[in-house]
């Protein structure tokens, strides 16, 4: 499930706490800040046309029975070292911000499963870890 908003550095640090750090919150969204949209300023600019069908038909794929998607043996080195960084990495930053990164191992695998069904795919190929 993706949730798109939009909230200020003033309010995050207002209603997200430490006890939402400790209890798991940070690493189960993925916030951006945004300094500015220099196309948002212009009104003579506007998006491009995005042609969405071959993404709504891996929608349909996707959702016309469960499917289970699953590594590729090609991939399993790779996410070996996904593991393993991300628990390095963990370990190693002090724990307010290690809890911003503590589920990127299980994060990416989602990712990489996304990217894998965009592509009618029940396999997560090396290609496609990567570009999670």
């Given at each position: ?112 499963a996304s990217l894998a069904a965009s592509e ?13």
């Open positions: 499930m993706v949730v798109h908003s939009h909230i200020t550095p003033s309010d995050w640090a207002k209603y997200v706490g430490d006890s939402d750090a400790a209890g798991g919150s940070y690493n189960r969204i993925l916030p951006f800040l945004l300094g500015s949209v220099p196309m948002l300023d212009d009104d003579r600019l506007s998006l491009p046309n995005v042609d969405g069908g071959e993404l709504s038909d891996a929608y349909g794929w996707a959702t016309a029975r469960p499917r289970v998607i699953t590594l590729r043996e090609d991939a399993r080195p790779l996410w070996r070292i996904v593991r393993r960084y991300a628990r390095i990495l963990g370990e190693s930053l002090p724990e307010t911000q290690a809890v911003f990164i503590e589920r990127t191992a299980e994060q990416t695998l989602r990712g990489a009618c795919s029940e396999v997560i190929t090396e290609e496609v870890l990567s570009a999670a």
